[in-house]
């Protein structure tokens, strides 16, 4: 892609911040209307556009044979993932903080249709996944497109795709101020008012335009209670909901290792390549949520399993069993089914594993402690928002998001110490979130703090200078001169006894003087070197360099004691090289 460098005025981005949010709320309408079609259809047998998700699935007509509709639709996913767009494989939040901090930016237009109707295709025909990773991916590659075809600067299109992401999950929940801080806290490279701006504008009109199909109701309806949910007037309910924070905290951690040990044992140990892994997962996957029906009366864990949250949050969770049971179904069949190669996103399954869990928490202590009026329903709220914030890394979207669903300020409380300490227990586990650890699996970096040095994620292999050549260290410099011309800055590498690295010359305007000219070798006019691993970061290769003394590094396959060998050197970097990575990489910061 050529190099951009058209920057838009602050009020012209605004305004294609409130289109890039009207195609977010718009996507989110036309990616549940595809759901609902695929779900009725395949689970049903009948046409509609109808399907309200915080309601079971009636039994279908199709009998033990409904196992077959998760397998069918993993025909169609590994399909459209193999032919059309690898990257739509999976939750969706990576692949967009990958292109944000590694592609710069750059979402192909074919994923947002190709990852709508995968996700819908997962999420219709059971899989236990969520819709909003896969609304973010879609609002994401739309304001990469946009960008793209404006041909913006790469401040402004990061800043476009993380508006497009946000939009997409406020007009999922109708939570305009949680889809800001989602990406102020997972995607955005500057929290600053040029940043903030169109991604607020952005949030706000998806949520308006989804409240235009939806209605102006958070995604879980709950009752008005005679006695409030989160009573916290005696300290010793603060002190239950720092417990129910550790709990969650093991939770999130068990969460992200289930999900990365289900994606490396199909990767692994399931032989037959992507569509045969995805069919297993999917039948497994299949078989345990029609289990289900026949032993509690639903299927429970299919799609985005809303029904069973509404029933938790409604004062109907069931006994406490049930709740473990559905819990340990949830955790397992969402594995099993990102696991093995679905589309979808993490979201949900997380709300479901925090209200489950939570709520049965707070049924032991209603029964331990009756004197405290404790709410299980209030436990279950609580725990989703522990869980989504601990897993994701996203603490403060989850605790506003919360409060948004529930338009209790009584909330806010409990939920910032459960959501704090269950934080804290899953970085004590895991240190990864969720969504980083597929990242890093990747050999990639994602930073962590709110204003990212993107310069300090790039690696040696991003950063070196493979157009480099190669001389005996013996040939004279005057040879040498007349063999190249002498305007080529191409590092030269220096060869001694057994294709050893001597040396390196980084040639200049003007080189060679004529004074060195004079029968002088080019081993006398080398430079020393520094070895580095092809997956050095910026920090390591300047530390290096820096402790020793040198301004050169060779990147080598085998790191370890110089001399390197000519056969593992894989580029060089030189300190004109890191100021160039560092220029191009502060373009994300500058005006």
């Not at 970061?537 to 020793?548: N, P, Q, T, V």
């Amino acid at each position: 892609m050529a190099q951009t460098d058209r920057q838009l005025h602050p009020l012209s981005l605004s305004l294609i911040s409130i289109l890039i949010g009207a195609a977010a709320g718009l996507g989110a309408v036309g990616f549940r209307a595809l759901i609902a079609i695929i779900h009725n259809l395949t689970f049903l047998g009948f046409f509609s556009v109808s399907y309200d998700a915080n309601a079971h699935t009636p039994a279908s007509p199709w009998g033990p044979f409904v196992i077959l509709v998760p397998v069918a639709g993993a025909i169609g996913v590994a399909f459209l993932v193999k032919n059309f767009a690898p990257e739509v494989k999976g939750h969706g939040v990576p692949e967009v903080m990958d292109a944000i901090y590694h592609e710069k930016g750059v979402i192909r237009p074919l994923v947002a249709a190709v990852k709508a109707l995968a996700s819908a295709l997962s999420i219709g025909t059971g899989g236990s996944v969520g819709r909003e990773g896969p609304i973010i991916q879609i609002g994401a590659s739309f304001g990469s497109t946009l960008a793209q075809s404006l041909r913006l600067t790469l401040w402004q299109r990061i800043t476009l795709v993380a508006a497009g992401a946000a939009g997409g999950i406020a007009a999922t929940f109708n939570t305009p101020v949680g889809g800001v801080l989602f990406a102020v806290e997972i995607m955005m490279h500057e929290v600053s008012v040029r940043t903030l701006v169109p991604v607020a504008i952005a949030t706000a009109t998806a949520t308006y335009v989804g409240q235009l199909f939806f209605g102006p109701h958070p995604s879980f309806v709950i009752p008005v209670f005679e006695i409030p949910y989160f009573h916290v007037a005696k300290p010793l309910v603060l002190v239950c909901y720092l417990g129910l924070g550790m709990v969650m905290g093991i939770v999130s951690a068990l969460f992200i290792w289930a999900l990365y040990f289900a994606e490396s044992f199909f990767e692994e140990r399931v032989p037959g390549g992507y569509y045969v892994q995805h069919l297993v997962g999917m039948a497994v996957t299949g078989a345990l949520m029609y289990g289900l029906m026949v032993g509690f009366g639903h299927y429970y864990v299919e799609g985005v399993g809303y029904s069973t949250i509404q029933d938790i949050l409604s004062s109907h969770p069931g006994p406490i069993y049930l709740l473990l049971i559905l819990f340990a179904a949830k955790l397992i069949a969402t594995s099993l089914t990102l696991g093995s190669g679905a589309s979808g996103g993490i979201f949900s399954p997380a709300l479901y594993l925090g209200a489950t869990l939570g709520a049965a928490y707070g049924i032991v202590l209603n029964r331990l402690l009756p004197g405290l009026g404790i709410s299980p329903p209030a436990f279950a709220v609580v725990g989703m928002g522990a869980v989504v914030g601990a897993s994701t890394s996203a603490a403060m979207a989850a605790i506003v998001m919360i409060f948004e669903m529930t338009l209790d300020y009584r909330v806010i409380l409990p939920m910032t110490i459960t959501v704090a300490t269950s934080y804290a227990v899953r970085k004590l586990l895991v240190k990864d979130s969720i969504y980083t650890r597929k990242i890093r699996l990747r050999g990639h970096d994602a930073p962590e703090a709110l204003h990212a040095n993107v310069h300090f994620v790039q690696r040696a292999m991003e950063i070196m200078e493979t157009d480099f050549k190669v001389a005996p260290e013996i040939e004279p410099v005057v040879s040498f001169v007349k063999s190249v011309r002498n305007d080529d800055p191409a590092p030269l590498l220096l060869t001694g006894v057994d294709s050893q690295i001597s040396g390196v010359v980084i040639r200049e305007s003007g080189w060679p003087s004529p004074a060195l000219a004079q029968g002088a070798l080019l081993k006398d006019v080398s430079g020393d070197y520094v070895i580095v691993r092809p997956e050095a970061s910026f920090l390591e290769i300047l530390g290096s360099m820096r402790s020793a003394g040198q301004s050169i590094a060779l990147v080598s396959s085998k790191p370890g004691e110089k001399p390197a060998l000519l056969t593992d050197v894989r580029g060089v970097v030189t300190e004109h090289r890191l100021i160039g990575s560092l220029a191009q990489t502060m373009e994300l910061s500058s005006s």
